[in-house]
């Protein structure tokens, strides 16, 4: 087996040393950090003749830089993709995603617990400026999907597991009848992150991650990654990142480089906890539901072991009780932070859904009161400690 093949293999190695040439930075460990916002070049045809496919070659920050190509390739190599390309934050990946594969006049099948800023974009600039229709669907069928699709359906957004009921999506199977209707898939794959699920091997044709999640993994970067398995699809995403200007800094790469080394070992311990978590909030008499795509009682559990290798920290559960209630269990926690986003080394809790309106809550099926928590490194122990003491009232 050549090196490369076994590289490919092997997700330890690939976040440890895929991508990285040592020899074109005098051999050290960690690769620098190129703030270069330009290169420079030995005659005009070398300029002109720039082939920007070449990796040893590079020509302007907004177009590409040493460093993001170091992260955009072990993306593309941890997610099965033929490539993958970094951008300033999540939502500049996910709306280049849209405006790449959308046209005027396109229409639009999304989840309805995907990233609500999406949806937004979606309902807002989509529909008043490219006259895009979307429908929303709860996701659990693919009947669903099939019975929304229309001849001028060109995406499909799923985001499997949803980051607040953790409800699931069949993807080889929606998947499958994107690619009969001549629709495209694009998941988020925040959750899982490409060490528990793949979705490209699966059917879907574009993954995204918000990389200040677990890639990023210390709460001090944001960033997105697209990776798709299509040269066509690269090609138009590469030339609308370099034209909206969305590329990720060569900081902020850097960073998630280092994300990259520790994320199969963080998220091992950010899931052991989760579970245990999980188990006890499922058996406490104040805890009406639990929702963990971990626990056998997840409705979507058979579907979870077919397509996910493991789950992470994020869960949510509802108390037997109001939003005041639950207010006051959020505000109790003391390790628990009060905090929208996740993914980092500490614990947090939100309210998600605490300032909408019922009949927004019951098309995303859940009450006022869940409760989404992520579950940190700091212990077992004192994470479910904190959970009972603020669920005694």
């Known amino acids: 087996m050549s090196e490369q093949k076994q590289y490919l293999k092997s997700s330890k190695l690939i976040t440890a040393h895929y991508g990285e040439e040592y020899e074109h930075y005098y051999n050290s460990i960690v690769p620098p950090i190129f703030m270069n916002s330009l290169n420079v070049f030995e005659t005009l045809d070398d300029y002109f003749d720039f082939d920007r496919k070449d990796k040893h070659k590079y020509c302007y920050g907004r177009v590409q830089n040493p460093t993001v190509r170091i992260l955009e390739d072990k993306m593309g190599a941890l997610e099965h993709g033929i490539g993958a390309l970094a951008f300033a934050s999540g939502m500049a990946a996910a709306v280049t995603a849209v405006l790449t594969v959308c046209r005027t006049g396109s229409h639009v099948i999304c ?52 980051s607040v ?48 999640k677990y890639i990023g993994g210390h709460s001090d970067v944001i960033g997105g990654i697209l990776v798709v398995k299509d040269e066509g699809l690269m090609n138009q995403l590469l030339a609308n990142r370099e034209l909206f200007g969305g ?53 979507q559990y058979e579907l979870m072991k077919r397509q996910q290798r493991g789950n992470t920290g994020l869960m949510s559960f509802e108390i037997d009780g109001t939003l005041e209630m639950a207010t006051k269990v959020a505000e109790r926690l003391k390790v628990f ?41 700091e212990g077992t122990e004192a994470l479910i400690s904190d959970l009972e003491s603020a669920l005694t009232y």
Request: proline share 5%.
């Open 247 to 299: 590329i990720v800094g060569p900081m902020e790469a850097w960073l998630m480089i280092r994300g990259l080394r520790t994320m199969e070992v963080r998220i091992a311990q950010h899931e052991e906890t989760a579970m245990a978590v999980a188990e006890f909030l499922e058996k406490h008499p104040r805890v009406r539901k639990v929702n963990y795509p971990g626990l056998p009682s997840h409705p």
């Open 111 to 162: 989840v309805r617990n995907a990233y609500g800023p999406l949806k937004t974009f979606l309902d807002g600039y989509g529909k008043e400026h490219m006259n895009i229709a979307t429908t929303y669907v709860d996701g659990d069928r693919v009947e669903e999907f099939e019975e929304s699709i229309t001849d001028h359906t060109h995406l499909i957004i799923l985001e499997s597991p949803s």
């Open 337 to 377: 932070k009060i905090g929208v986003s996740w993914g980092g080394f500490e614990s947090l809790v939100f309210l998600p859904h605490a300032r909408m309106g019922e009949a927004d809550c019951r098309a995303l099926r859940g009450d006022k009161n869940i409760i989404r928590i992520h579950c940190g490194l």
């Open 165 to 212: 009921i953790f409800s699931l999506q069949d993807i080889r199977g929606v998947s499958e009848l994107a690619k009969r209707a001549g629709a495209k898939i694009y998941i988020d794959n925040t959750f899982c992150t490409p060490i528990y699920q793949q979705p490209l091997d699966l059917g879907a044709d574009i993954v995204m991650h918000t990389t200040s």
